[in-house]
């Protein structure tokens, strides 16, 4: 099987599988993601029990993107990205003797390891793995045209949530965060939620595809809830439940409000 390297971004993952290819173009690699607190993170007292503050008759929230039936399609549509967008091939079930048959331009291999119901619901996880070692996680999201995108990749603890659909905890730096009518900060204010409340998350759009150039951020995008209230959220106000508090959260994007 393919050996994970310890702490690293993806970043270098796909910078090792161009350089290994020949591909000769160094600006393709993503940007070295800083080193994040573990999985191991976890509050001394379960999160308090918050109740949201909603809003007084707010506009009902958007149409959401209608979910495809197909999720093998949804499946070709995610392999075609990737292949483009990380200059590799797909491989399943992804091991390294898989990833050299037939691969003498040494190019990452990859393979989807998201469950079907997250698939339709916008994204994709991939396991990465470089013909010389090394792999990665990766992530895709489903734009609202319906085309999919680089959203980011790490080795280390994950703290959007990736799995759909799940449970959330809003982190907005202590001052809670807005459920809004539209997956965009201009639109209509549905209602706050409190530090830490509980958010059901039923489908993910992805608003800014991430980049695989040096440097370049993670990219972004909205989360449509129905509870405490339907609307959508920005991925980076909330982190998935299972990390119990914000600590993973903030040491990525922060401690302050977003924005």
């Not at 949201?52 to 093998?72: F, H």
């Not at 201009?186 to 695989?212: C, I, M, N, P």
Request: proline share 9%; hydrophobic share 40%.
């Amino acid at each position: 099987m393919l050996k994970l390297l310890p702490v690293f971004a993806v970043t270098a993952v796909l910078s090792l599988a161009l350089a290994a290819c020949g591909d000769g173009n160094g600006t393709d690699a993503t940007p070295t993601l800083a080193p994040l607190p573990t999985a191991s993170l976890s509050p001394t007292a379960p999160p308090p029990t918050v109740t949201p503050t909603v809003a007084a008759s707010p506009t009902p929230a958007g149409t959401p993107t209608p979910l495809p039936d197909d999720v093998v399609a949804v499946r070709q549509q995610v392999i075609a990205a990737a292949t483009a967008e990380l200059k590799g091939r797909y491989v399943t079930p992804l091991n390294r003797d898989a990833c050299l048959a037939n691969n003498p331009q040494q190019l990452l291999c990859f393979d989807i390891t998201s469950r079907p119901d997250t698939l339709v619901r916008g994204i994709a996880q991939l396991a990465t793995g470089d013909p010389q070692g090394g792999g990665a996680t990766v992530f895709f999201g489903r734009q609202a045209n319906g085309e999919w995108h680089y959203w980011f990749g790490t080795q280390q603890a994950v703290s959007p949530l990736v799995t759909l659909p799940g449970e959330a905890f809003a982190c907005g730096g202590g001052q809670g965060i807005t459920i809004r009518s539209q997956a965009s900060d201009t639109s209509e204010a549905v209602a706050k939620v409190a530090e830490l409340a509980q958010l059901r998350v039923q489908q993910f759009v992805l608003t800014a595809a991430g980049s695989t150039a040096p440097g370049a951020p993670r990219g972004d995008g909205w989360y449509r809830v129905n509870i405490p209230a339907t609307g959508w959220v920005n991925a980076r106000d909330i982190t998935d439940s299972a990390n119990k508090n914000c600590s993973l959260h903030d040491a990525i994007y922060g401690s302050g409000p977003r924005g």
